[in-house]
Structure formats: C-alpha cells, structure tokens
Nanobody, 120 residues
Framework: QVQLVESGGGLVQPGGSLSLSCAAS????????MAWYRRGPGKQRELVAT???????NYADSVKGRFTISRDNAKNMVYLQMNSLKPEDTAVYYC??????????????WGQGTQVTVSA
C-alpha cells in the first residue's frame, strides 16, 4: 500500500550537515504520521523525529536543535535535515509511515534504510 525509499545518506565529518529524503508512494500520504528512526552499530532502534499530517513535530532529545523533519505532501516526500553531526549519529536511518485511527485505518510501513556515517 505504501512504499518508502530513503536517499541522501553518506559520509560526513563531525560538525557537518547532511539531508535525507524519503519518497513515498500512494495518494493517501498526507494522512500518515511520518517518522525517521535509526539503528546504530550494536544498538536498538531509536526514534529520531516524527511529523504528523498536521505538521506537528517531535524530536529525540539527542537530536533536538540539530535535526529538522519536514514534509511535502504534494510531492509525497519527507525530509530530515541534519546539522552539527556527531559520531554518535552514525546509523542506518529508516523512514516510517504510520496511521492508527478509526478514520484512517491501521498501517505501518518502512523503507530500506540509508547509511549515515559521521567520522573525521
């Protein structure tokens, strides 16, 4: 029903910036809460940021003030702008689409992930 494809990962130096993109399929993109998760080496999956259909955002404490999540419903895209990157930001970043209301139904979809490596 929903397919997600992440892009924009790569290697960046500490203090640098990187932008991730997630392209979503489907005409119902706007009803989903979108999120970025990440999984670092030997770590559990961590919720990084969320953005609702109404464009309300939330961030993990570890990225507040450094990362910005945004969405463009007309283009079925969600973005993650990452600034002031730290080595501990190194992880595979995953795009997620979620819905769970009586009006929207239930859905939970994941992209394949994109690698972000922060290293001097």
């Amino acid at each position: 029903q929903v397919q997600l494809v992440e892009s924009g990962g790569g290697l960046v130096q500490p203090g640098g910036s990187l932008s991730l993109s997630c392209a979503a399929s489907g005409s119902a993109f706007s009803i989903y809460t979108m999120a970025w998760y990440r999984r670092g080496p030997g770590k559990q999956r961590e919720l990084v940021a969320t953005i609702t259909s109404g464009r309300m955002t939330n961030y993990a404490d570890s990225v507040k003030g450094r990362f910005t999540i945004s969405r463009d419903n007309a283009k079925n895209m969600v973005y993650l702008q990452m600034n002031s990157l730290k080595p501990e930001d190194t992880a595979v970043y995953y795009c997620n689409a979620y819905k769970n209301t009586v009006w929207t139904g239930i859905g939970d979809y994941w992209g394949q992930g994109t690698q972000v490596t922060v290293s001097a």
